[in-house]
């Protein structure tokens, strides 16, 4: 298939990366000045099927599939998708790649073919992350999400269909409800930066690497399961709950979080650091892939 990817940032270039490893041509678009040579350092794949343009119509006319990743900006988007529905095939899926803006809001540019536009919400990287979060807007025909769904799939993706639109999607609100307590736990002087990072990567972010946070719970019931596990400790997470941090990202928080990231990098390469967590990212996928469940 011929796939257009619609801006070349982060994201933008890691699937590109992905959509060549799975054998399909790439014609990427990006207005930037240098957007082409950063793209080309960026994607590890064979770039024999890669082709580029700046004209954003002539990138799209023959696509199969189109990924937008443009700014988190609903004008930008208007621009963009404008141009995508008047120049894409009328069968072409036009999936975003947003991670908060509402598909119906994306939809309100696209007066020829709103009911192919859709959120196809990756996480980064896309080309090593499985999850893609498919989520249809208010005009958006079942055809098209199934046509997502499956285009996902053969990437060797886990997409998801949200059942509604919500700001921010599913996976995103769960990470904000993390850092919200995290931030508050900062903020309530109760554990440095370093120690919050700590308590998640050396404990249950080891699990949820795994299984969600329904199975974990279900279990740790033992063989009463989640129906234990709610009876007995229920009420008291709803204690805690109530007890949970509200906080505002002020100046000072913000200085506070800054300066302990900082001290825990503590002179790290950062380069270094995404090359080591890719490579164990790429290593927990590959031992999940041989099991039954996970």
């Known amino acids: 298939m011929r796939v257009a990817v619609v801006g070349t940032g982060v994201i933008g270039a890691s699937w590109a990366t992905l959509f060549l490893e799975y054998g399909h041509e790439v014609v990427a678009t990006d207005p930037a000045p240098g957007a082409e040579a950063r793209l080309r350092a960026a994607v590890t794949a064979d770039q024999t099927r890669l082709s580029f343009t700046k004209d954003l119509a002539r990138a799209v006319a023959d696509a199969g599939f189109v990924q937008e990743n443009g700014p988190e ?32 809001r994306i939809q309100h540019a696209c007066a020829g073919h709103p009911e192919r536009v859709l959120v196809g919400h990756p996480f980064n ?30 990437l060797g993706r886990r997409p998801i269909r949200l059942r509604r639109e919500l700001p921010g999607h599913v996976a995103n609100r769960l990470q904000a409800a993390l850092w ?16 919050i990072d700590t308590a998640i990567a050396h404990g249950p972010g080891l699990r949820w690497a795994l299984l969600g946070p329904f199975l974990n ?9 989640i129906a234990h596990v709610l009876e007995h400790l229920g009420p008291p997470m709803e204690e805690w709950w ?7 990202l002020t100046p000072e ?14 002179g790290t390469a950062e380069a270094a650091l995404v090359a080591e967590r890719d490579a164990l990212l790429a290593l927990l996928l590959d031992a999940k892939s041989r099991t039954d469940h996970l």
């Open 253 to 266: 928080l913000a200085r506070e979080i800054t300066r302990g990231v900082a001290e825990e990098l503590a």
């Open 73 to 104: 900006q609903p004008e930008a988007k208007d621009e963009v998708f404008a141009v995508l529905d008047a120049a894409a095939p009328p069968a072409t899926v036009l999936a975003s790649s947003s991670s908060g803006l509402l598909p119906s």
């Open 217 to 225: 719970q279900h279990l740790s019931g033992g063989a009463g399961g």
């Open 180 to 195: 919200r307590e995290a931030y508050s736990l900062v903020e309530r002087g109760a554990a440095s930066v370093a120690d």
């Open 242 to 248: 109530a007890d949970l941090g509200a906080p505002r």
């Open 125 to 154: 990287p896309p080309h090593l992350i499985p999850l893609v979060e498919v989520v249809p807007g208010e005009r958006t025909d079942e055809a098209a999400v199934e046509k997502a769904m499956a285009f996902y799939r053969g």
